[in-house]
């Protein structure tokens, strides 16, 4: 009996061993390059701590896996694409944005660069970038410039495969590389422009034409290095070895953005080398780090709220920091600020994650998407 049971396990091994072999690359679950996400929106939670400001790199750590996911997902089926992503993002950015609208109403004194104006919020609101104050370029929802970033990205993606959809990737890159490259050398005569037109487009051009919306190609050749390296994979696994140093490198790559942060220049096209390509690395040691290992259930939890964290943990942050802590500096108080501001912050993003991004968009999904 016990030859026979073990038999029927050796058999069950090789079946699930065989399946596994046998899934499409479209088929996959990518858990640790949701974990990946969780750990950028951290990052940029402690980008908001003024006596800590090292984050800032988890934007492009979210372009480069937005290029990469919006690939993948898209292999399978691009049916309802603008549909799809116009409800995973608007509900929350749009009651953040009227939320903002009705504080810089209500409590203007919270804010030291935003105040209200009707025509901020129908810009905000239409994607339209605009210049806020003192040559800032933002929406009303200051971090939400990313939003305005991904957006566009969006919409030249969707154009592209509606030209071709085998080569949606390259056709896409090409629309965001014109974009930059023309913003960029034209940048002088753009932003002396004086005529009503003039003004309206200046600053929706020099947003726009930032060279990080390069980072988006970052995700589309991940998508490319990565389905390959998976065809790779079934023919030789990678040994254990493989996902185990590339589970260690992530942190390592995290300490070392963290360290220099502070410390470099990124304007400009320095982002990319500094902030992008470690960006890209991240993400496809996240990849091979997932081949073998299982993650803690909390960082995938963070990937999945990982959108609601972004947008919505800057006003708690910003309100410890002004009526409760002073994060200017470190201190004992200081730490213990930032503790309750990132466990605050998780537990709203937690709340919005599950009222609006599953209940309220689900809903928006069953009603649009058939």
């Not at 030291?112 to 104050?133: A, C, G, M």
């Not at 800032?136 to 509606?162: D, K, S």
């Not at 304007?267 to 997932?290: D, H, S, T």
Request: aromatic residues 18%.
């Amino acid at each position: 009996m016990r030859i026979c049971v073990g038999n029927k396990q050796e058999k069950g091994m090789i079946f699930m061993e065989t399946i596994a072999r046998n899934k499409r690359f479209q088929d996959l679950h990518f858990d640790s390059i949701q974990a990946l996400r969780g750990l950028a929106a951290l990052f940029v939670v402690f980008q908001h701590v003024r006596f800590l400001n090292f984050g800032a790199f988890g934007v492009d750590i979210f372009f480069c896996i937005s290029g990469f996911m919006i690939m993948f997902t898209t292999e399978k089926s691009t049916k309802y694409f603008f549909r799809k992503r116009l409800i995973r993002i608007l509900p929350l950015y749009y009651l953040m944005t009227f939320g903002t609208y009705a504080m810089l109403l209500f409590f203007p004194s919270m804010f030291q660069q935003t105040r209200h104006n009707l025509s901020y919020l129908v810009k905000s609101l239409l994607f339209i970038p605009f210049e806020i104050s003192g040559g800032i370029i933002q929406p009303l929802v200051r971090i939400g410039w990313t939003i305005n970033c991904e957006m566009l990205f969006y919409l030249l993606f969707f154009i592209a495969f509606h030209i071709s959809m085998k080569y949606r990737g390259l056709i896409c890159s090409a629309f965001l590389a014109v974009l930059v490259g023309a913003v960029q050398i034209c940048a002088p005569l753009i932003s002396s422009w004086q005529s009503p037109i003039g003004r309206l487009l200046s600053p929706v051009l020099i947003f726009y034409g930032d060279p990080v919306m390069l980072e988006f190609i970052f995700g589309i050749l991940a998508y490319y290095l990565l389905r390959f390296l998976y065809h790779r994979h079934l023919e030789h696994p990678f040994p254990m070895a493989v996902s185990v140093l590339s589970a260690v490198g992530i942190p390592v790559i995290f300490c070392l953005l963290a360290f220099f942060t502070p410390r470099i220049n990124v304007i400009g096209f320095r982002r990319l080398p500094l902030w992008g390509l470690p960006a890209f690395v991240l993400l496809v040691l996240a990849f091979l780090a997932g081949r073998k290992l299982s993650l803690p259930r909390f960082f995938i939890l963070m990937g999945n709220i990982s959108y609601s964290l972004y947008l919505v943990h800057y006003y708690p942050v910003m309100f410890l920091d002004r009526a409760v802590f002073d994060f200017s500096t470190l201190s004992v108080m200081s730490v213990i600020g930032v503790i309750l501001s990132v466990a605050l912050s998780i537990g709203l993003a937690y709340l919005s994650w599950i009222v609006v991004e599953q209940k309220f968009s689900g809903w928006l999904r069953k009603k649009l998407l058939h």
